[in-house]
């Protein structure tokens, strides 16, 4: 099946600083990639969604500001969290959807998550 | 916005029995899929649903993709320890974005 791999899986910071969270399709293309932010013992809520080429999309509540998405290729997404603060730590959780044929079409496969926490 | 109703929230079970968990919705979707997620990791696909009525399997696991379009629901038969985690619906309507039901946490007991 699609592989989505997310980096880093965990990573701790200092509030106030900001935090760059990458999402890639390995082996397919993804022209739209989804950011969610998972709390725990929660269900996945859905933060924005990528396109490649042009400007993120984001959900209602969420900062364009405060969370910086860049889709720069097919295979590539980024989230960056800046001027990172404690209620910012969470689990975030990046997915790609495939078009590129009938197996894929419409599944969204997932990253493996990233773990951030703000001290 | 759509929302999902998945149940039920939690379940309990003894090694080797059958699991069902449903998703309901008041909103018509065109796609149905089926997660599971373990701690600490992303969701995992389990199944996909495109058509109303469609029954398909994977392994042990079944899914529905009900006629109304509105549920849809996912049997696990012989349950066995390592199918602990959380099970995720969600499905895809006319905004094609992904609307999650709040899951399942399934514990089975040896």
């Known amino acids: 099946g699609a592989v989505v791999s997310q980096h880093p899986s965990r990573v701790i910071c200092k509030s106030g600083t900001s935090v760059k969270i990458e999402c890639r399709s390995l082996d397919f293309q993804a022209t739209t990639m989804f950011w969610y932010r998972q709390f725990p013992k929660q269900s996945l809520m859905l933060m924005a969604t990528?396109?490649?080429?042009?400007?993120?999309?984001?959900e209602q509540g969420v900062e364009k500001d405060k969370f910086l998405i860049n889709h720069a290729s097919l295979t590539l997404s980024t989230l960056t969290v800046t001027s990172a603060h404690p209620e910012d730590s969470s689990f975030y959780i990046c997915?790609?959807?495939?078009?590129?044929?009938?197996?894929?079409?419409?599944?969204?496969?997932f990253g493996s998550g990233t773990q951030l926490s703000v001290l | 916005g759509q929302q999902l109703n998945q149940s039920p929230q939690s379940m309990f079970i003894q090694e080797g029995e059958d699991v069902s968990m449903n998703c309901t919705s008041s909103?018509?979707?065109?796609?149905w899929l089926w997660y599971k997620q373990e701690p600490g990791e992303g969701p995992v696909l389990l199944i996909a649903l495109y058509k109303a009525g469609e029954l398909t399997s994977n392994g042990r696991l079944t899914a529905q993709f009900g006629i109304t379009r509105k549920d849809s629901f996912l049997n696990i038969s012989a349950s066995i320890p390592s199918d602990v985690g959380i099970y995720f619906c969600a499905g895809v309507g006319g905004s094609e974005k992904l609307v999650f039901g709040k899951g399942t946490k399934l514990t089975v007991n040896p």
């Open positions: 909103s018509i979707f065109n796609t």
């Open positions: 997915s790609a959807r495939g078009n590129w044929n009938i197996a894929t079409k419409e599944k969204l496969f």
């Open positions: 990528s396109n490649e080429g042009s400007k993120a999309t984001y």
